[in-house]
């Protein structure tokens, strides 16, 4: 599609694609930047490991909530979503199988990561949503299985959020877990009392032994 962010920077970082063994594609959250998200892979950094990070037009995805109709957010989400899948096709087409390519979203690219594998279910290296979930008025379970020809065949999904997040109810954050868990993914879901919205060093912990089992071949 040619949406409002197809015409963005992808920024890379990390090993050259070329020569590298697994690949995260990083989505950033709203107001932030590509740049930004890159820089907080310094906490995750791994040998052998690209990190590309798509770009949103005027730093954000799509303007509404993402619990607002999905129509109200579009052509964002549709144009974030195909961003997602350029990316995650940049390395596939690098050589890099798609069982060694993580999706890692915050906030608002938490949501569109989330969103993404849900709609592509394939085997990926991994799922991390930070303070995220997936996007809509409601979750329709039925929605996302009914016509799905793959699944996510125990992809390693990882689901972290506070029970107080001003931006996420924790009920979406346990609905895109259930199906996630249809879809036959591994899913990891840890609630944090009182975080409100941001990262923690659990959640980095988590994530760096996730990205280092992409290329040392233990991604559990």
Not at 32 to 45: K, N, Q
Not at 144 to 149: M, P, R, S, W
């Amino acid at each position: 599609m040619d949406g409002p962010h197809q015409d963005q920077q992808l920024v890379t970082a990390g090993a050259p694609l070329d020569v590298a063994e697994a690949a995260v594609v990083l989505v950033h959250g709203r107001g932030a930047t590509a740049r930004s998200i890159v820089g907080m892979a310094d906490e995750f950094h791994h040998h052998g490991v690209a990190f590309l990070a798509p770009q949103a037009a005027h730093n954000t995805w799509y303007p509404n909530s993402f619990l607002a109709p999905v129509e109200s957010n579009e052509p964002g989400r549709s144009s974030g979503l195909q961003a997602v899948g350029d990316a995650v096709e940049e390395a596939t087409e690098a050589g890099i199988p798609t069982d060694r390519v993580a999706v890692l979203g915050f906030s608002q690219g938490a949501c569109l990561a989330s969103e993404f594998v849900a709609r592509h279910p394939t085997r990926y290296g991994g799922l991390i949503a930070l303070s995220g979930g997936l996007i809509g008025e409601a979750v329709d379970l039925e929605d996302y299985v009914a016509d799905a020809d793959e699944n996510l065949a125990g992809t390693p999904a990882f689901l972290g959020c506070s029970d107080v997040d001003p931006h996420i109810p924790e009920e979406r954050v346990h609905e895109t877990a259930t199906v996630l868990e249809e879809l036959g993914a591994d899913v990891t879901t840890r609630i944090y009392e009182g975080m409100g919205h941001g990262i923690n060093e659990d959640e980095m912990t988590f994530v760096s032994e996730l990205v280092a089992g992409l290329v040392d071949g233990d991604d559990s």
